[in-house]
């Protein structure tokens, strides 16, 4: 008798174990198209295309320039002079710019303005939340004038070039072009790294 119960004690247990074997790989097998779309969600980031950013762009830098017109914008301004030396005895003495602008929407914008005998530069840096976005940079020389704009990816890297040039003719500049050419774009980019880093040392030369 205690045999008989003993027994079915045993079957009664051989088979709640397996009932909960199944239950388990049920909750197990159940649960794995969960995990996958968190892997894959994980996985999705912000990136846009080239267009969406540049359209991205456009906009924020419309927006800088209607904020820059405020008289609430919060802007440090500096400036450092230089002598230009035509010959031993006659000097011209020149004035470059520097200023940096807080805007709102995590906008800031440094802008550079350089003269010398007969020529001028002028940059603008726009940055968003830290980031490099948008550079318009302009040079006029006697009669010639061209205007550049580069536009930057969310990793900071160039991701477009336009330029626009009168030819030297004393005219208006023609409508935009790109730059295909990568050394023109290299030496593009020499020119711009070179004067943000003008422009912030004219600005910690003013503390």
């Not at 295309?49 to 927006?63: A, C, L, P, V």
């Not at 003719?169 to 004067?195: C, R, S």
Request: glycine content about 2%.
């Amino acid at each position: 008798m205690k045999n008989s119960i003993i027994i079915q004690i045993f079957s009664v247990l051989i088979i709640l174990i397996s009932c909960q074997e199944k239950k388990e790989k049920q909750i197990i097998f159940d649960e794995k198209p969960n995990d996958s779309t968190v892997i894959n969600s994980t996985i999705k980031t912000d990136s846009v295309t080239s267009e969406q950013r540049i359209s991205n762009i456009k906009n924020w830098y419309s927006d800088a320039q209607n904020n820059m017109k405020s008289a609430d914008k919060n802007c440090k301004n500096a400036e450092e002079k230089w002598v230009y030396k035509l010959d031993k005895d006659l000097k011209m003495d020149f004035v470059n710019k520097a200023s940096e602008c807080i805007l709102p929407n995590g906008i800031k914008v440094y802008s550079g303005e350089f003269n010398g005998y007969e020529w001028q530069q002028k940059f603008s840096y726009y940055f968003k939340n830290d980031k490099l976005f948008f550079v318009y940079y302009e040079s006029a020389a006697e009669s010639c004038y061209e205007e550049n704009r580069i536009y930057y990816n969310e990793n900071q890297k160039p991701i477009q070039f336009l330029f626009k040039t009168n030819d030297c003719d004393g005219n208006d500049a023609t409508d935009n072009k790109k730059i295909e050419d990568k050394n023109q774009q290299n030496d593009l980019m020499k020119i711009v790294d070179k004067h943000i880093v003008e422009i912030k040392r004219i600005l910690e030369r003013k503390k």
